[in-house]
């Protein structure tokens, strides 16, 4: 049964940085991607990054573009978000899930399932 499990998150000053982490437990190949999604409180769930899984590629939402980097270590099936110049924004709680397209942005959840329970990330000076 495939399952993900968030850590990393914590709380950091503009500025820090911090990566996190996603472990997929019963990952199979017949799913497109693995995204990164953020919520704030009171804001929906917007997808941030994404990496296609058989083909290979990135995708990152404009608001973090230049920022965050997303990578997959094969070994271990863990994916991992590596967060720098972290702005009071990106504050919010972190999820990873398996989706059927690499999208990033507003209203694209939709196109994941299989949530994992969520990392917080708090940026603040």
């Known amino acids: 049964q495939l399952q993900f499990v968030e850590s990393g998150g914590g709380l950091v000053q503009p500025g820090g940085s911090l990566r996190l982490s996603c472990k997929a437990g019963?990952?199979?190949?017949?799913?497109?991607?693995i995204g990164w999604f953020r919520q704030a409180p009171g804001k929906e769930r917007e997808g941030v990054a994404c990496t296609l899984l058989r083909l290979g590629g990135e995708f990152y939402a404009d608001s973090v573009k230049g920022r965050f980097t997303i990578s997959r270590d094969y070994i271990h099936n863990t994916v991992y978000l590596q967060m720098n110049n972290l702005k009071i924004e990106d504050t919010g709680i972190y999820y990873c899930a398996i989706g059927s397209l690499c999208i990033v942005g507003r209203g694209t959840s939709g196109w994941y399932d299989t949530w994992g329970q969520g990392t917080q990330v708090t940026v603040s000076s």
């Open positions: 019963g990952l199979t190949a017949d799913r497109a991607s």
